[in-house]
T-cell receptor, first 110, second 119 residues
Framework: GQSLEQPSEVTAVEGAIVQINCTYQTSGFYGLSWYQQHDGGAPTFLSYNALDGLEETGRFSSFLSRSDSYGYLLLQELQMKDSASYFCAARKYNFNKFYFGSGTKLNVKP | DTGVSQDPRHKITKRGQNVTFRCDPISEHNRLYWYRQTLGQGPEFLTYFQNEAQLEKSRLLSDRFSAERPKGSFSTLEIQRTEQGDSAMYLC?????????????????FGPGTRLTVL
């Protein structure tokens, strides 16, 4: 089976740093993606890890540990516009099939 | 705007009716995906096309669902004999596919979705 676990909701203040964790159980795991989705909007791609370690893209970084079946998304210098849902998605090896977690709703407060 | 368009944006139908949705991907993208998303959940994979070939279909997809991608361009998703449980947001995404050993991201670009309500 396939499963991805994320916290359902996280609250942080503007300017702070927040980490959203994702643990997965995916047979034939190939890589982990992160998407952002604002209410009423479509998911937009943030980051992808195929190898262990940290990938940095501006204020957003993503980390993967294959041995722990674990990844996280790190958001720095939080802004009000970062309030959204964040999804991790596991890609299955040799298939272009992505399994999404249930999402983490991030609330950024002033 | 990602460049992926979907039509219609909203559809209200009565139980038992057939509905068809259209997705126009980014023109140079050869991969196209359909997902279903319900409130508070992540997108759920339905099916995937590489050009015009449907290569993967979720086992969760009943026989009432069918998708096509003639000529490897736009795609349609049809739901026959709709049920109230089909009410959801139907998302389409397209991707270019990996272009090299380091670019295995295969980033998917999502359209705005079609919100289906079955009464």
């Amino acid at each position: 089976g396939q499963s991805l676990e994320q916290p359902s909701e996280v609250t942080a203040v503007e300017g702070a740093i927040v980490q959203i964790n994702c643990t997965y159980q995916t047979s034939g795991f190939y890589g982990l993606s992160w998407y952002q989705q604002h209410d009423g909007g479509a998911p937009t791609f943030l980051s992808y890890n195929a190898l262990d370690g940290l990938e940095e893209t501006g204020r957003f970084s993503s980390f993967l540990s294959r041995s722990d079946s674990y990844g996280y998304l790190l958001l720095q210098e939080l802004q009000m516009k970062d309030s959204a849902s964040y999804f991790c998605a596991a890609r299955k090896y040799n298939f272009n099939k992505f399994y999404f977690g249930s999402g983490t709703k991030l609330n950024v407060k002033p | 705007d990602t460049g992926v368009s979907q039509d219609p944006r909203h559809k209200i139908t009565k139980r038992g009716q057939n509905v068809t949705f259209r997705c126009d991907p980014i023109s140079e993208h050869n991969r196209l995906y359909w997902y279903r998303q319900t409130l508070g959940q992540g997108p759920e994979f339905l099916t995937y096309f590489q050009n015009e070939a449907q290569l993967e279909k979720s086992r969760l997809l009943s026989d009432r669902f069918s998708a096509e991608r003639p000529k490897g361009s736009f795609s349609t998703l049809e739901i026959q004999r709709t049920e109230q449980g089909d009410s959801a947001m139907y998302l389409c995404a397209s991707s270019l596919g990996p272009t090299g050993p380091k670019t295995s991201t295969d980033t998917q670009y999502f359209g705005p979705g079609t919100r289906l309500t079955v009464l």
